[in-house]
C-alpha cells in the first residue's frame, strides 16, 4: 500500500521561501508520475507541479517560483516555494499516479498524503 508523507509546511512573511517534502514508501518510484495540490479554505483543491517522465508542469500562478523536484534514490519529492505571496496561502498536497505523464487533474491520482499547511502573512 502506497502511502505519501508532507512536511515543511509553516508560517512565514510574503517574499519568503520554503521546501516542501514528501516522504513516500510502497511503491516503485520512478514509475509514478508526481504531483503538488494545494487547496485554501472554501476553494477546490488545484494543481501547482507535477513531474513525470517526460518533465515537469506548473500552475500560472506559481511559475518561476516553484520548483519541484524529486530524490528517485530516497523517493522524496520537494518543492522548493521561493517568494512566496499571500495568495499561496493553502493545505499542500502531495499525490502519485502509476503513469508515466499526468495532469492536474486530481481525479487521476490514486494516492495523497495527508497535507501540510503554508500559511503566508502580507
Known amino acids: 500500500q502506497a502511502q505519501l508523507h508532507e512536511s515543511g509546511g509553516g508560517s512565514v512573511q510574503g517574499g519568503g521561501s520554503l521546501r516542501l517534502s514528501c516522504t513516500t514508501s510502497g511503491f516503485t518510484y520512478s514509475a509514478y508520475c508526481l504531483g503538488w495540490f494545494r487547496q485554501a479554505p472554501g476553494k477546490e483543491r488545484e494543481g501547482v507541479a507535477i513531474i513525470g517522465r517526460y518533465g515537469t508542469t506548473y500552475a500560472d500562478s506559481v511559475k518561476g517560483r516553484f520548483t519541484v523536484s524529486k530524490d528517485n534514490a530516497k523517493n522524496i519529492l520537494y518543492l522548493q516555494m521561493n517568494s512566496l505571496k499571500p495568495e499561496d496561502t493553502a493545505m499542500y498536497y502531495c499525490?502519485?499516479?502509476?503513469?508515466?505523464?499526468?495532469?492536474?487533474?486530481?481525479?487521476?491520482?490514486?494516492?495523497w498524503g495527508q497535507g501540510t499547511q503554508v500559511t503566508v502573512s502580507s
Open positions: 499525490a502519485a499516479v502509476r503513469r508515466a505523464y499526468c495532469s492536474f487533474n486530481t481525479q487521476d491520482f490514486e494516492y
